[in-house]
């Protein structure tokens, strides 16, 4: 029988990893952690991720852990922020020590390739679930949501329905690799870095193109305008409003429009005046069965 401190102790190595250096004053281990910020803006973002809802149930657990870190980090790069720290709450109920060892296998290599450090965390029984929260600060300004304007270029920086293929792959025991980047997304810091100098809105591609690019209409009060021709995707139709992909989605004044086209970024469309999100395919308006990912449908 294994207890919470047999748990806890599988992700001490971890918190060696973390020393007292830089804007970590002091770690995990106490009751709290404490950062110093040096007078920056902190960026904080927290995502939950659930068995069998955003994860399958057979999901390797090094996997279950980086899979999680990752689209949380995403947020941050949705508004233009570069990650520094972590901490993470672990639900589950396993009963082997070795599914905690493999976990931190996966949160070992998430700290490693992000260079980030993990400042504490808890752990408690129950059905799986992870709770990331995450931490980082601004490259130049925060790119929010409601900064789209009309006449605005709309931009994707890379393909869709890579993480719909990589998701049934993995259902089908295929090890392509599109299953290799669902189990392993990877947020998009280095386009963000490059981009937030010059957008005027952004968000990540978690819950599909459609309903993720209608965030940004509706926080913005303006409409848009999309072309299927233009939009880069893996498979068909659906790649727009399946999600998983993490790419990001952004606005910018058309000045700016030779910058992205030169450094491969897509346009796939205009900011409107109005309130609604059109989708143009071969020159007629497309209705879609669903706008995206609901967790709770």
Known sequence: MISEKNILNTFKHLINKSDVDGIVVVGSGDDAAV????EKNLVHSVDISKIDTHFPKNFPAEDVAYRSIAIALSDLAAMGAFPSFITIGLTSNSKSIKWYEDFTKGIEKSLDDFQIKLVGGDVTYGELSICANVFGFLYNKPLQRSGARIGDKIYLT????????GLKDFNNNINSKYCK?????????IKSKFISSYASSCIDI???LIKDLSSICSMSDVGAKIFYEDIPIHKDIEDLSHGDDFELCFTASK???SKFKKNGYFC????LDGDKLTLIRDNNVIELDSDGWDSFK
């Open 35 to 38: 950062l110093d910020t040096k």
């Open 158 to 165: 890379g393909k869709l329905g890579e993480g719909r293929q």
């Open 181 to 189: 980047k669902f189990k392993k997304p990877e947020p998009q810091f």
């Open 206 to 208: 978690s819950d599909g």
């Open 255 to 257: 000045e700016h429009s």
């Open 268 to 271: 796939i469309g205009e900011i």
